[in-house]
């Protein structure tokens, strides 16, 4: 039987790249997004076109009422949840000594708190066919921390110890929970970063190359197919963090 993944935040970064790789290998997709409709419909159309299913569903999943819609409509539309991967996730650059109670909540509920909200709603549906797999997508900087990203450093912090914390609980449920930390990869989200930072990181990198989406989506691909991971924290960076 067809395996059924729900990804956040799939339609454009790693997310995109996440759900492409997928779909090719002929999984049911639900493709959550929120603001990008039109990006969402593109991939849709063009996966449905090759005869993939792939569906697409507005909810903003730091908010507890459209996660269980999102849910709900999984369940209604293929009965079952095999695979959750929380990718939605936002940044901040900013000063420490800037950085407002808004902005603290609103890094922490899109980056975390979603999390929270997604994995307790998929969760019982996973207990109850004894099975399933959830892959949290957190950041190097959830490791090693990074200057003038004192929350979103702390928001990746928290998917990774969540992601440990679940391993242990649900591993009698044959429930794996592992996270994804990726390094430096060209999203839209670092196009705001100068060319020559760029080539920094790069020189910095003992590979000597900066990462695309479809490296973090094959590593989503092998954690799916494993049997025998979880409570781990994979970073892949190029070898520009090694630990």
Same mark, same amino acid.
């Given at each position: 039987?067809?395996?059924?993944?729900?990804?956040?935040?799939?339609?454009?970064? $790693?997310?995109?790249?996440?759900?492409?790789?997928?779909?090719?290998?002929?999984?049911?997709?639900?493709?959550? &997004?929120?603001?990008?409709?039109?990006? %969402?419909?593109?991939?849709?159309?063009?996966?449905?076109?090759? #005869?993939?299913?792939?569906?697409?569903?507005?909810? !903003?999943?730091?908010?507890?009422?459209?996660?269980?819609?999102?849910?709900?409509?999984?369940?209604?539309?293929?009965?079952?949840?095999?695979?959750?991967?929380? /990718?939605? #996730?936002?940044?901040?650059?900013?000063?420490?000594?800037?950085?407002?109670?808004?902005?603290?909540? &609103?890094?922490?509920?899109? /980056?975390?708190?979603?999390?929270? &909200?997604?994995?307790?709603?998929?969760?019982? &549906?996973? $207990?109850?066919?004894?099975?399933?797999?959830? $892959?949290?997508?957190?950041?190097?900087?959830?490791?090693?921390?990074?200057?003038?990203?004192?929350?979103?450093?702390?928001?990746? %912090?928290?998917? !990774?110890?969540?992601?440990?914390?679940?391993?242990?609980?649900? #591993?009698?449920?044959?429930?794996?929970?592992?996270?994804?930390?990726? #390094?430096?990869?060209?999203?839209?989200?670092?196009?705001? $970063?100068?060319?020559?930072?760029?080539?920094?990181?790069?020189?910095?990198?003992?590979?000597?190359?900066?990462?695309?989406?479809? !490296?973090? %989506?094959?590593?989503?691909?092998?954690?799916?197919?494993?049997?025998?991971?979880?409570?781990?924290?994979?970073?892949?960076?190029?070898?520009?963090?090694?630990?």
């Amino acid at each position: 039987m067809e395996k059924t993944i729900i990804v956040t935040g799939g339609s454009k970064g $790693i997310g995109e790249g996440i759900v492409n790789l997928l779909a090719k290998e002929n999984y049911n997709i639900v493709l959550n &997004y929120n603001k990008s409709e039109e990006a %969402a419909k593109r991939i849709q159309k063009e996966f449905t076109e090759l #005869g993939k299913n792939v569906e697409i569903f507005q909810a !903003d999943v730091s908010k507890r009422e459209e996660v269980k819609k999102l849910v709900e409509f999984t369940i209604q539309k293929f009965e079952k949840i095999d695979v959750l991967v929380n /990718n939605a #996730g936002i940044t901040q650059n900013k000063l420490f000594t800037e950085v407002t109670e808004e902005d603290w909540r &609103y890094i922490i509920d899109n /980056n975390l708190t979603s999390v929270f &909200y997604m994995s307790q709603e998929v969760v019982p &549906y996973m $207990i109850q066919r004894q099975s399933g797999c959830i $892959i949290n997508i957190s950041s190097i900087w959830g490791i090693v921390g990074s200057s003038c990203e004192s929350i979103y450093s702390v928001s990746k %912090a928290g998917v !990774d110890g969540l992601t440990k914390a679940l391993a242990k609980e649900l #591993g009698p449920s044959h429930i794996r929970v592992n996270s994804i930390a990726p #390094g430096f990869i060209d999203t839209q989200m670092n196009q705001n $970063i100068s060319e020559e930072v760029v080539n920094e990181i790069k020189r910095e990198t003992p590979l000597e190359k900066i990462g695309k989406p479809e !490296d973090i %989506a094959k590593c989503v691909k092998w954690l799916i197919e494993d049997e025998f991971t979880t409570g781990q924290v994979i970073s892949i960076n190029g070898g520009w963090v090694i630990i």
